[in-house]
């Protein structure tokens, strides 16, 4: 610890000694001084991915958030709405669509009700959509929340919403904010890592953004292509002996004029570099699924090209967590049917429903699945209303955007699973029982993290900022 | 007790209420509101705008309106308000409510006809006393012990302080360290051996006021005053949100910025000419341009959102931005509420917001010197060629077609859903599509029926009963279209701001949003800050002035204090943004004053302020950390030396550039596409957003220079904290990740800068030279024995490995394996951290 002059000196002394010795220079020996010292010399503040415990009991130490971009139907996956079936083709009533803010349909918009059918899984006997029955099959293991609303109804404000607690952009997300209170057990990896599949979001970065945070807690996106991360690989031709060559004399010279200048910043760059050069190892090896086992990859459905990049991503997750990194937010677009909504529902669950449900009986095969909070859906939900855009195509027929009700799900990391939190009225279109607010899903998250989310702030224009702004109750009913 | 409202409603709803006497207002009313309302509705807080400690104030109500009318209980809010029991509604909103008794004699009082007699009514509000709302002083240097050591008022104000601490002041920098420092600040850009050394030959007194002068001449200069007033200015090369178009000709603007700062237009004439070009008596297409400034608030074309909403939140952005930008204040609070710890009431936000709700987007020609000319002399065959196209597809009768269906969405809408549909998608996409239609084709614009024409044969609506051949043959018109318009000299266009014909009215957004308006305001200023001249119109050109008067406490202080920070890392007032009274005091108030009105009285002119900073002794002493001043001043407070402050993710990659001898030093025009990873720009909006890399020398062009789309921004540049171009950013973050490594040490521009520079090296400098003249390049200065002896070391192991290493040493540097070694040396030099920082 340098905590004075005297200790700096010793510090520069040691230094000293290490390089007209020489051959001292081990070169992951001294990297791992010099990490340490590194963040000894700069103290906590200045390295504030350190991990450090929460101020209340944490449930969860990592997150995996499933963002299903655009909107995944209800009605057609997770709330079954026999009573859609009785007034199909209908408009509804004035009285109920009066306050209704619609981004594409007219409030006299008939019903459409939806084709899937529903059954009961598990002993809790909860029922799911025939689109996704591997999902079902850990219906003990989630809890099921039908009674999710938000405050906007399009794509970005939804989303922002959904990962800052505002529609306003250029606030820090949930991501960066679990960064920032609890830094990361990762010693070789980003803390916060995003994967993607599909086409882009309407978030895009501003979905893992830092906001006003430092940009160290700003998601790192994981690459489906090239170097797992930006710039991970060294220049092409550039051998390993040269990389480590080139890091050691970097290492020297910073040493060198951190000596002449007195400024400790320059220890925590030279760690930066050092904890760079480990990634570049530790990246690819993580990204490299080659060494897992047959019956792995098949459960993940690795090898059948319509779940290989979803799969992939849900495996990857796994061993994120497993390394230690504190938060994944994955990325799957779209779920926007406005239009061909069976056909195109239908190919998103092809696509994702097996993996999805590989990850959750992988982690808890683990034993990593009470640690590890999984959260799965999308920013906002859908009207049981139709929305027509072609109307000489019978199979043209989607839904539109619905903020007042929607569901999502959420597994392990301290949350109770087999239970429904919720209840819509008979068309799924406003909730008749234990609305939760999004603010009030990040405030449980937070909780199961070991933070009241009130007092994770910080200060920015003047004012504490929080992840849920100035609303937002934790869900009692869906803790263990 | 709740219950006690509960039984009161009962008893209301029974017309049990003729028994209570007339009330009278002191003994009876003042009281309960003193008691349990004042506490937030006085003068000073005036919750949502309701006052009760003012007679007229309270008959006048708040942002929702009346709160009280006279007669009539059961229709007054305030009344309805203390007899609720709903959460987010009932007042008081916590503690005890109103007693039984209470709530009867507010009620006869109000049924009795609510009279306020004048004599109880409360004085005005007195000012506010918070520092940075009174006058601006002209302060005396102060006296100081070591005369000898200041050079001007500026240290005079820093030494006295370090005198009263016992401290003393650094050593001046070396001469090497100070130009490289002065050239970082002054231009963005590193000194070149040469400048080095001819200000290490020259031994004159004023040789260092020379450089200064030298640099403050340079075109360079303009462009890192502009990427400090870019960040200010939220710029970017697109519109955000999920859509995130591209806009073309945003870079117009920045032009004018970089030729303003380096023809160093007093500041006050910039404010007006960006808050208020159009305005102004004969305004010329520079002046338009300025207004530029504000267009680049954000644009949601999602394609749900209410066209309302989006410009109501522009309108919201601009206000924000005028507000850090010029007065240092978080106004953004009071967009909701009345700001809870500053004295600005949501009334006064809203006062604000009206002066930018009078105008309205427009683009313009703008052209660049020498563009009219070929477009003018190629416009009549253009039209010509256009014509004949036109008639050959017979496209006017199709278009008129498109036309009506569109007109018949808009004037009934819910008849068709196809077009219903596609009249959405317009809208959204096609500024002033509606107001365009309107017009008789014989009355449009030529610029508007160009644009319309365009889109039309772009988007020709839905097929369904229409003629699909003809539609069809549409798409061959688009492409002869498309070459014929490629080929066409064109004029760059500007997006401005221009004053709405008819103004609309502001009212106060209940809670911020746009759907609940509250009372109708006029445009005003704040009631803390001097008035607006009486007699003048409320419009922009009078809120830019009024914010440039001499009377304005705010702008010249946040002006400064934004050079100081640039000057030495950290403000005179830390929170730049923030002035009130949640910012940070100021460390050296009278110095602040000083450099405010010095700025001001000497015509506003940035060039001087700068000029007397860093010329100053303080600026030019040396950035080490001495240990006594890391206990003593750990954060620099009283700059007892210059600070170490990591350059700016711009400066960084034009410093590699400029080593390396690749930069591109033209100064501004369009923006540029340097390489980036594939991956990047796909994670737009459903694949939306196109990036293709420059191959020419745009790709090493300044960092300013980078095109930046919002939602998927250049890598680097966010790598090493560049602002997302959202909200105004008056004070950027300096951050230290192992990304940043990674960036520096792997990304092909730094890697092919770093071959550039072995190159040079090698070519350039006797092989006993290169160290050092690696060194001059990268850092300004010769190396250390020991540095040198560290490179040389560095240098010999890679020549040996390379010499067995055929291909890695041609992928190095197509040269000899002992020439390819110094691409390695020239790698690691780029990647330290004196490199990265100025010090």
Known sequence: MIRDENDFRALRDRRRFLREVGCGIGTMGLAHLLGMEGRAASGPADNPLLPKLPPLPAKAKNVIFMFMEGAPSQMDLFDPKPGLQKISGQTLPESLTSQLRLAFIKKDAKVLASPRTFKPYGQSGIEYSDYIPNIASCADDICLVRSMYTDAFNHHPGQLLLFTGSIQIGRPTIGAWSLYGLGSESKNLPGFVVLTSGVGTSGGASNFSSGFLPSHFQGTLLRNSGDPVLYLSNPEGVATQTQRATLDAIRDLNQEHMEETGDPEIASRIASYELGYRMQSAAPEMADLSKEPAHIREMYGIDDPKTKQFGTNCLMARRLVERGVRFVLMMHASWDQHTYLNRDLKKNCDISDKPTAALIKDLKQRGLLDSTLIVWGGEFGRTPMVEIRNTQDPENAGRDHHPLAYSMFLAGGGIKGGQVIGKTDDIGFNIVEDKVHVHDLQATILNRLGFDHTKLTFRHMGRDFRLTDVEGEVVKKMLV | ?839
Not at chain 2, 501 to 521: C, L, M, N
């Open chain 2, 1 to 839: 007790m709740r219950g006690a409202r509960i039984v009161w409603a009962a008893i209301v709803a029974a017309g049990a209420t003729s028994a209570q006497t007339k009330p009278d207002f002191p003994a009876d009313i003042q009281p309960i509101f003193a008691r349990k309302c004042l506490m937030c509705h006085n003068g000073k807080t005036a919750q949502n705008g309701v006052r009760l400690d003012d007679g007229d104030a309270a008959m006048a109500g708040g942002y929702s309106g009346p709160i009280i009318v006279a007669g009539k209980s059961s229709e007054s809010k305030l009344f309805q308000r203390i007899t609720s029991t709903k959460k987010g509604f009932m007042m008081p909103p916590v503690g005890a409510p109103l007693t039984e008794a209470e709530i009867a004699s507010v009620k006869a009082w109000i049924d009795a006809g609510a009279t306020w007699p004048r004599a109880t009514k409360s004085a005005k509000a007195a000012k506010p006393t918070h520092w940075a709302y009174q006058p601006i002083r002209h302060p005396e240097a102060p006296d100081v012990r070591n005369k000898s050591w200041a050079r001007n008022p500026i240290d005079s104000f820093i030494l006295a302080r370090l005198e009263a601490e016992n401290l003393a002041p650094s050593p001046e920098a070396s001469k090497t360290r100070l130009l490289r420092r002065v050239s970082l600040d002054l231009t963005g850009l590193p000194p070149t051996p040469d400048e080095v050394k001819a200000f290490l030959a020259d031994n004159r007194p004023d040789a260092y006021e020379r450089q200064v002068d030298r640099l403050l001449a340079s075109s360079h200069y303009g462009e890192e005053r502009a990427k400090h007033w870019l960040d200010l200015a939220r710029y970017a090369d697109s519109d955000g949100y999920e859509k995130d178009v591209v806009r073309p000709y945003a870079w117009r603007w920045r032009n004018y910025v970089i030729d303003s700062y380096n023809r160093d237009t007093p500041f006050d004439q910039f404010t007006i000419e960006q808050l208020a070009g159009d305005l102004l008596p004969r305004a010329q297409t520079e002046q338009l341009v300025a207004t530029g400034f504000q267009r680049n608030s954000l644009t949601n074309r999602e394609g749900g959102v209410d066209r309302k909403e989006n410009r109501f939140d522009q309108l919201i952005n601009r206000t924000n931005t005028a507000s850090t930008v010029w007065l240092g204040l978080t106004m953004g609070c009071a967009q909701c509420h009345d700001h809870k710890y500053d004295a600005i009431s949501q009334k006064e936000y809203y006062s604000m917001f009206a002066f930018f709700n009078r105008s309205d987007e427009v683009d313009i020609d703008a052209p660049m010197p020498g563009e009219m000319g070929p477009w003018m002399r190629s416009r009549p065959a253009y039209l010509e060629e256009v014509a004949s196209l036109k008639k050959l597809y017979d496209v006017d009768e199709l278009q008129t077609e498109w036309e009506n269906h569109m007109r018949a969405a808009m004037d009934n809408p819910g008849k068709d859903l196809e077009w219903d549909f596609a009249l959405s998608a317009v809208i959204t996409m096609f500024d002033r599509f509606q107001e365009i239609l309107k017009t008789p084709p014989d009355q449009r614009s030529e610029r508007d029926a160009d644009a319309l024409f365009h889109w039309f044969i772009a988007n020709t609506g839905p097929l369904k009963d229409r003629d699909r051949d003809r539609l069809m043959g549409i798409r061959d018109l688009r492409r002869r279209i498309a070459r014929l318009d490629e080929r066409q000299p064109k004029l760059t266009e500007a997006n401005i701001m221009a004053e709405l014909s008819a103004p609309q009215a502001t009212h106060v957004a209940i809670k911020g949003d746009y759907r609940s308006p509250g009372v109708e305001v006029q445009p005003g200023t704040l009631a803390a800050l001097p008035p607006l001249p009486a007699d003048a119109p409320k419009n922009r050109l009078t809120l830019a002035r009024w914010l440039v008067s001499k009377e304005n406490p705010l702008t010249a202080r946040v002006t400064v204090n934004r050079l100081w920070q640039e000057m030495f890392g950290r403000g005179l007032v830390k929170t730049s943004e923030d002035f009130g009274t949640q910012g940070d005091k100021p460390s050296h108030p009278e110095l602040l004053d000083w450099l405010a009105s010095d700025f001001r009285d000497n015509g506003w002119s940035v060039k001087h302020t700068l000029r007397t900073i860093v010329t100053s002794a303080v600026y030019r002493q040396s950035s080490r950390v001495r240990p006594e001043l890391k206990e003593k001043d750990p954060e620099n407070v009283l700059l007892a030396r210059q600070s170490r402050v990591r350059l700016e993710a711009e400066s960084i990659r034009d410093s590699a550039l400029a080593a390396s001898g690749l930069l591109n030093p033209d100064i501004g025009g369009p923006s540029v596409h340097p390489p980036q990873p594939k991956g990047v720009a796909e994670l737009g909006y459903a694949g939306s957003v196109k990036w293709v890399n420059d191959e020419d020398a745009k790709r090493y062009r300044r960092g300013l220079y980078i095109h930046f789309q919002r939602t998927t921004p250049y890598p680097m540049l966010m790598n090493f904290d560049r602002p997302d171009s959202n909200v105004a950013c008056s004070r950027r973050r300096q951050s230290n990740s192992p990304l940043q490594a990674l960036n520096l040490m792997n990304d092909p521009v730094f890697y092919e800068a770093a071959q550039a520079l072995a190159l040079r090296v090698n070519q350039e400098a006797q092989p006993e030279k290169r160290i050092d003249y690696l060194f001059e390049l990268a850092l300004g200065r010769d190396p250390s024995a020991r540095e040198r002896e560290r490179v040389q070391k560095l240098v010999d192991q890679q020549a040996t490995s390379l010499a067995q290493d055929k291909p890695q040493a041609a992928a190095l540097l197509p040269l000899k394996p002992q020439n390819a070694a110094w691409t390695t040396a020239a790698r690691a030099v780029l990647n330290l951290e004196e490199f990265i920082t100025r010090e």
